[in-house]
């Protein structure tokens, strides 16, 4: 069965300093990972995805994440936080290999981030 | 991407009553995804909605409930049909394709308070 795990509810972090978020996952077949952000009362911004190629995905707002199979992780990431990235991040996964489009979401993690 | 809209951005409705939310995007795409969120959790499917077909619903969603259209490749309306208080949720439009290869767009979600 597919599942998509967010190991941690809240990151706190320090404006300035490195952040990451993490994601860990299971899928049968390739995965296929993404990342979301939803900030306060608004919907969810698509940030990031994997599907083939560098495992190393650049995304929006200055993130990025890397895409470990080995330890079937997808940890997002940013070389230095800022405020206005306090948000709640989501991760999700589908597997590639099928035809099945729905994704599998994490319950996600809420990053404060403090000045 | 994809932009989407929803209507109404929120609501209060009496229980009993049924609301319509719906979805309109700016431009063609292949699937429809409708979900609910509570606030500050993860996102629930409740059905996938292809144009030209009935929606699938996920389990512990049903069509009398959640009665969906999808005529055309822009538009999808979801109905919460007979509400009670435990209907109170964030209501979320995705969408899937024109374009964006594999990746999800959220319309900025609909806020329903059910008295």
């Known amino acids: 069965a597919q599942s998509v795990a967010q190991p941690e509810d809240q990151v706190n972090v320090a404006e300035g300093n490195p952040l990451t978020v993490k994601c860990t996952y299971s899928v049968s077949g390739n995965p296929y990972l993404f990342w979301y952000v939803q900030y306060p009362n608004r919907g969810l911004q698509f940030l990031l995805k994997y599907i083939t190629g560098d495992n190393l995905v650049k995304g929006s707002y200055g993130f990025e994440a890397e895409f470990n199979k080995s330890q079937t992780s997808f940890h997002l990431k940013k070389p230095s936080a800022l405020v206005s990235d306090s948000a709640l991040y989501f991760c999700a996964v589908r597997d590639g290999a099928g035809n099945n489009r729905k994704l599998i979401w994490g319950l996600g993690t809420s990053l404060a981030v403090n000045p | 991407s994809a932009v989407i809209s929803q209507k109404p951005s929120r609501d209060i409705c009496q229980r009993g009553t049924s609301l319509t939310i719906q979805c309109q995007v700016d431009?063609?795409?292949?699937?429809m995804f409708w979900y609910r969120q509570q606030p500050g959790q993860s996102l629930t499917l409740i059905a996938t909605a292809n144009q030209g077909s009935e929606a699938t619903y996920e389990s512990g969603f049903v069509i009398d409930k959640f009665p969906i259209s999808r005529p055309n490749l822009t538009f999808s309306t979801l109905t919460v049909s007979n509400m009670s208080p435990e209907d109170s949720s964030i209501y979320l439009c995705?969408?899937?394709?024109?374009?964006?290869?594999?990746?999800?767009?959220f319309g900025p979600g609909t806020r329903l308070l059910v008295l």
């Open positions: 995705s969408t899937l394709g024109g374009g964006a290869w594999e990746t999800q767009y």
């Open positions: 431009s063609q795409v292949t699937m």
